[in-house]
């Protein structure tokens, strides 16, 4: 019913929210292994995808607040969400350099690792987990792309909408503003 729905979406705003805040070991793996999956502000990669589509997606959730991705979960075929991790972590300062060719320098995104080689979580045991954090700011909205990238072209703005990465037209723009 509706009413579980929104008891579902207020436990992972929950949980988000305190991931979000004190990103720990043990807010992450409430948050990996009490998912339901993605949202507005969480997207889950279950590897390092290219810059391109990495931008849009840190542009479109920086345009409706603060977010995550969570690199080293996989999203299966019936919904449901496996944390598989990493073969290894990459250079957090690569990423960064790669990204900024693309994203406005006012836009601030974090790269924390986790690494649970011989930890006692049974599910994350010996698995690696990279986390881009975005930090949106309401006075610097909207986020725009700043150079042109495959299919994509500089000055484009882009939001979340559920699981969706999508441009934006003049009525989204407005609603971010």
């Known amino acids: 019913t509706e009413e579980v729905l929104n008891q579902q979406k207020n436990y992972m705003m929950d949980l988000g929210y305190d991931f979000f805040q004190n990103p720990t070991r043990d807010n992450f793996v409430k948050i990996i292994l ?20 990495l931008a849009e997606i840190i542009l479109g ?5 603060n977010g995550a991705i969570i690199l080293g979960v996989e999203e299966l075929k019936d919904g449901r969400f496996e944390a598989n991790g990493l073969e290894k972590l990459i250079d957090k300062g690569d990423i960064s350099a790669k990204l900024y ?20 979580y049974s599910k994350l045991l010996n698995k690696l987990f990279q986390i881009i954090f975005i930090i949106s700011e309401d006075e610097k909205l909207p986020y725009i792309l700043d150079n042109n990238i495959d ?15 999508l441009q934006a037209d ?8």
Request: aromatic residues 14%; charged residues 30%.
């Open 151 to 165: 299919g994509s072209t500089k000055g484009t703005i882009y939001y979340r909408k559920g699981t969706k990465n």
């Open 101 to 120: 060719r693309f994203l406005p320098n006012e836009l601030k995104f974090e790269i924390f690792d986790f690494d649970f080689t011989g930890e006692n």
């Open 34 to 53: 009490k998912n339901t999956g993605e949202q507005d502000n969480l997207d889950f990669k279950s590897k390092w995808i290219g810059e391109q589509k």
């Open 170 to 177: 003049s009525g989204n723009i407005k609603e971010i503003i």
């Open 61 to 65: 959730i920086a345009n409706v607040g």
